[in-house]
């Protein structure tokens, strides 16, 4: 018994030696999204404080600089989500996004605690799969699916260490484990937010940070998603009515989506879609949280955006038919895990809405309070860690800084943005018009590049997002 004990002692004491030492991660060649990369992984403890217990490996794909200068800091990509893996955007960013950059930068892809490849906390099914129209198009975050996705991931997780916070840490650790002394953050979305929480907690690290469609600390999802929405429909109906082809087609935008809206009055609607899996037509009960969830990612870019007026268009006239064909082309929910996205989500934001806020941020907007109440009720299910109040206080400091928002984001709505990189005295933002929640295009791949070269946030040249136009409306779906 008394040798048992020494035996366990002593791995235990190996194991603390082991991870509380300066660590390389061992690369090897590999291949990502048809790039050649170098892969590796790096072992942290699931309970960072605790130092004890379970591991996790951290996925991390490193894209060697390809030039002959090779500068010492490194760039991460940092992804959406919550629940979006690093390593699933290597192809875009890449090839598109960081191309140029590439020349003189390794670009590092770590897949976050929970996501891709690092213990990832997916959810089988929460009604999220095109495959059952029925739960698809029902309710949102169904409790009793949800229950039984924490209660699957709770075998082989501990859910409340899977919050931002704990994620930074691991994400310095990998920077000083590759050897990298100093990083220079990109990434989008829930990425922003991340982004910004590893410069309060080691800005000392971080050279440059180019942020797009950004979320502050005090983002609380979903509450600003009504809002954000709201303005993006708005910009949407204004646009397609200046838009001469878009208004001949679709010359009374706002009544028929009102119209559409009043049908729900008694319920879900029935209505007719196609089942993926048989190809034949059959009748679907559409909740009215559904709908307006669909249309409000549809809203998140003005690639989906264009789609909206002839699908209010066609819904107006009975026909649900090319609403299913884009709703299930815009399924954020299918590329996110979940569990991750809950257990970063129940803890950091949902508790910090007020009931007072809820009624202010979704009054006179189509999506209503559904889509937070859902939320709320989907976190009552999931366990959190208690965070501190503080966690939302703008992040500041002299890290040069750019946020680059779409006039148009129906997802995190600029002004948001616009309030947070006061607090930043070498940040600024830039609102690039007839944009949605999107990094897309030659001018902002060329302004990332340019500002990472030279991160000067006030001397950065931004001229050319004044010649950014919405895609045409569309006035058929495609195939």
């Not at 959810?123 to 209660?151: K, T, V, W, Y």
């Not at 208004?247 to 935008?253: I, K, R, S």
Request: charged share 20%; glycine share 8%.
């Amino acid at each position: 018994m008394i040798v048992a004990s020494f035996l366990r002692l002593a791995c235990a004491l190996m194991a603390f030696v082991w991870l509380a030492q300066p660590r390389r991660i061992q690369l090897h060649s590999c291949d990502a999204a048809g790039v050649a990369a170098k892969c590796g992984a790096l072992e942290v403890y699931e309970n960072r404080v605790a130092r004890a217990g379970r591991t996790i490996a951290l996925n991390v794909v490193v894209v060697p600089a390809t030039g002959r200068r090779h500068a010492p800091d490194a760039v991460f990509w940092l992804e959406g989500g919550p629940g979006g893996a690093a390593s699933a955007a290597i192809g875009p960013v890449v090839t598109q996004y960081l191309r140029e950059v590439r020349g003189e930068r390794d670009i590092v892809f770590l897949d976050q605690r929970g996501t891709g490849r690092s213990n990832p906390l997916t959810c089988d099914d929460i009604g999220e799969s095109p495959g059952d129209l029925d739960r698809f198009f029902g309710p949102l975050f169904p409790p009793d699916l949800i229950r039984a996705c924490r209660q699957k991931l709770e075998k082989a997780a501990d859910l409340r260490q899977y919050t931002t916070s704990i994620a930074m840490d691991d994400l310095d650790d990998v920077r000083e484990a590759l050897g990298y002394p100093a990083v220079d953050l990109a990434g989008t979305s829930y990425g922003t937010q991340a982004a910004l929480v590893y410069m309060r907690r080691h800005g000392d690290r971080v050279r440059s940070a180019f942020l797009v469609g950004v979320a502050p600390p005090d983002f609380k999802l979903p509450l600003p998603f009504a809002r954000a929405a709201q303005h993006a429909f708005d910009l949407t109906v204004a646009d397609c009515a200046a838009d001469a082809a878009c208004h001949a087609a679709y010359p009374d935008v706002r009544r028929e989506f009102d119209s559409v809206l009043s049908r729900f009055a008694g319920g879900p609607l029935r209505v007719t879609m196609t089942d993926p899996g048989s190809g034949k037509p059959r009748t679907v009960a559409l909740a009215r949280e559904s709908y307006v969830e669909h249309l409000r990612l549809m809203l998140y870019t003005t690639f989906g955006a264009r789609f909206l007026p002839l699908v209010i268009h066609q819904a107006y006239l009975g026909n649900f038919g090319p609403f299913e064909t884009i709703a299930l082309r815009y399924d954020a929910g299918a590329a996110l895990a979940r569990g991750m996205y809950f257990s970063v989500t129940c803890s950091e934001d949902v508790p910090f809405i007020t009931p007072q806020q809820v009624v202010d941020e979704t009054r006179g907007t189509f999506l209503g309070d559904r889509r937070i109440r859902a939320h709320q009720a989907a976190c009552a299910e999931w366990p959190r860690v208690e965070v501190p109040r503080d966690f939302l206080t703008p992040v500041s400091g002299p890290i040069p800084t750019v946020f680059l928002s779409g006039d148009a984001d129906g997802a995190t709505p600029p002004w948001l943005a616009g309030a947070a990189v006061k607090f930043l005295t070498n940040g600024r933002q830039i609102l690039v018009p007839h944009t949605g929640h999107q990094l897309a295009g030659p001018c902002s791949w060329r302004l990332m590049r340019d500002f990472i070269d030279r991160p000067s946030a006030r001397e950065l040249e931004a001229s050319c997002t004044a010649g950014t136009r919405r895609p045409p409306f569309a006035t058929e779906v495609p195939r």
